[in-house]
Nanobody, 120 residues
Framework: QVQLVESGGGSVQVGGSLRLSCDASRYTYSSWCMGWFRQAPGKEREWVGTVDRDGKTTYRDSVKGRFTISKDNAKNTLYLQMNSLKPEDTAMYYC??????????????WGQGTQVTVSS
Protein backbone atom coordinates (compact mmCIF):
# COMPACT_ATOMS: atom_id res chain seq x y z
CA GLN A 1 0.00 0.00 0.00
CA VAL A 2 1.63 3.18 -1.23
CA GLN A 3 1.42 5.92 1.35
CA LEU A 4 3.87 8.40 -0.15
CA VAL A 5 3.69 9.59 -3.74
CA GLU A 6 6.42 11.68 -5.35
CA SER A 7 6.01 13.92 -8.37
CA GLY A 8 7.78 16.73 -10.14
CA GLY A 9 10.77 14.94 -11.57
CA GLY A 10 11.96 15.48 -15.10
CA SER A 11 14.85 16.48 -17.29
CA VAL A 12 16.63 19.77 -16.82
CA GLN A 13 19.85 21.37 -17.97
CA VAL A 14 22.80 22.09 -15.74
CA GLY A 15 22.05 25.06 -13.53
CA GLY A 16 18.33 24.58 -13.78
CA SER A 17 15.77 24.02 -11.06
CA LEU A 18 13.09 21.51 -10.17
CA ARG A 19 10.67 21.18 -7.31
CA LEU A 20 9.72 17.73 -6.17
CA SER A 21 6.57 17.08 -4.23
CA CYS A 22 5.62 14.20 -1.98
CA ASP A 23 1.95 13.64 -1.28
CA ALA A 24 1.81 12.34 2.27
CA SER A 25 -1.96 12.50 2.69
CA ARG A 26 -2.14 8.76 3.21
CA TYR A 27 0.87 8.64 5.52
CA THR A 28 -0.58 8.67 9.02
CA TYR A 29 2.50 10.19 10.60
CA SER A 30 3.14 13.11 8.27
CA SER A 31 3.88 15.38 11.24
CA TRP A 32 6.88 13.25 12.10
CA CYS A 33 10.32 13.47 10.55
CA MET A 34 10.32 13.13 6.77
CA GLY A 35 13.12 13.02 4.29
CA TRP A 36 14.40 12.80 0.76
CA PHE A 37 16.78 10.19 -0.57
CA ARG A 38 18.18 9.50 -4.01
CA GLN A 39 19.72 6.64 -5.92
CA ALA A 40 21.81 7.00 -9.04
CA PRO A 41 22.28 4.09 -11.45
CA GLY A 42 24.81 1.61 -10.10
CA LYS A 43 25.05 3.37 -6.76
CA GLU A 44 23.53 2.87 -3.34
CA ARG A 45 20.67 4.99 -2.15
CA GLU A 46 21.86 8.05 -0.28
CA TRP A 47 20.29 10.48 2.09
CA VAL A 48 19.64 13.97 0.72
CA GLY A 49 18.04 15.72 3.67
CA THR A 50 15.38 15.62 6.34
CA VAL A 51 12.94 17.86 8.14
CA ASP A 52 12.21 16.81 11.70
CA ARG A 53 8.92 17.23 13.54
CA ASP A 54 10.09 20.61 14.84
CA GLY A 55 10.77 21.84 11.32
CA LYS A 56 14.54 21.68 11.55
CA THR A 57 16.17 20.75 8.26
CA THR A 58 19.47 19.01 7.64
CA TYR A 59 21.18 18.26 4.34
CA ARG A 60 24.06 16.30 2.95
CA ASP A 61 27.03 18.51 2.22
CA SER A 62 26.84 18.20 -1.56
CA VAL A 63 23.38 19.81 -1.71
CA LYS A 64 23.69 22.44 1.01
CA GLY A 65 22.88 25.87 -0.31
CA ARG A 66 21.24 24.43 -3.43
CA PHE A 67 18.41 22.23 -2.11
CA THR A 68 15.67 23.23 0.30
CA ILE A 69 13.22 20.92 2.05
CA SER A 70 9.91 22.28 3.21
CA LYS A 71 6.63 20.85 4.38
CA ASP A 72 3.11 22.14 4.07
CA ASN A 73 1.32 20.44 6.95
CA ALA A 74 -2.08 21.72 5.85
CA LYS A 75 -1.63 20.00 2.50
CA ASN A 76 0.27 17.00 3.89
CA THR A 77 2.93 17.62 1.28
CA LEU A 78 6.70 17.52 1.49
CA TYR A 79 8.77 19.47 -1.02
CA LEU A 80 12.31 19.43 -2.28
CA GLN A 81 13.33 22.59 -4.11
CA MET A 82 16.45 21.91 -6.13
CA ASN A 83 18.42 24.79 -7.63
CA SER A 84 21.71 25.01 -9.48
CA LEU A 85 21.37 21.40 -10.51
CA LYS A 86 24.44 19.44 -11.53
CA PRO A 87 24.82 16.25 -13.57
CA GLU A 88 25.75 14.41 -10.38
CA ASP A 89 22.28 15.17 -9.03
CA THR A 90 20.84 12.80 -11.62
CA ALA A 91 19.04 10.05 -9.73
CA MET A 92 15.73 8.59 -8.72
CA TYR A 93 14.49 10.65 -5.80
CA TYR A 94 12.49 9.09 -3.00
CA CYS A 95 10.38 10.55 -0.25
CA UNK A 96 10.37 8.77 3.12
CA UNK A 97 8.51 9.02 6.39
CA UNK A 98 9.94 8.15 9.76
CA UNK A 99 8.95 5.05 11.68
CA UNK A 100 9.26 6.90 14.98
CA UNK A 101 7.82 10.06 16.44
CA UNK A 102 11.00 11.12 18.21
CA UNK A 103 13.72 10.41 15.67
CA UNK A 104 14.40 10.23 11.97
CA UNK A 105 14.56 6.59 10.95
CA UNK A 106 13.25 5.42 7.63
CA UNK A 107 12.46 1.77 7.06
CA UNK A 108 8.82 1.16 6.23
CA UNK A 109 7.41 4.29 4.61
CA TRP A 110 8.76 5.04 1.16
CA GLY A 111 7.44 6.39 -2.07
CA GLN A 112 8.06 4.85 -5.45
CA GLY A 113 10.35 7.60 -6.63
CA THR A 114 10.53 10.26 -9.30
CA GLN A 115 13.37 10.52 -11.80
CA VAL A 116 15.55 13.60 -12.07
CA THR A 117 17.94 13.89 -14.98
CA VAL A 118 20.38 16.77 -15.31
CA SER A 119 22.15 17.18 -18.62
CA SER A 120 24.87 19.51 -19.82
Amino acid sequence: QVQLVESGGGSVQVGGSLRLSCDASRYTYSSWCMGWFRQAPGKEREWVGTVDRDGKTTYRDSVKGRFTISKDNAKNTLYLQMNSLKPEDTAMYYCAGSDWSNRCEFRRYWGQGTQVTVSS
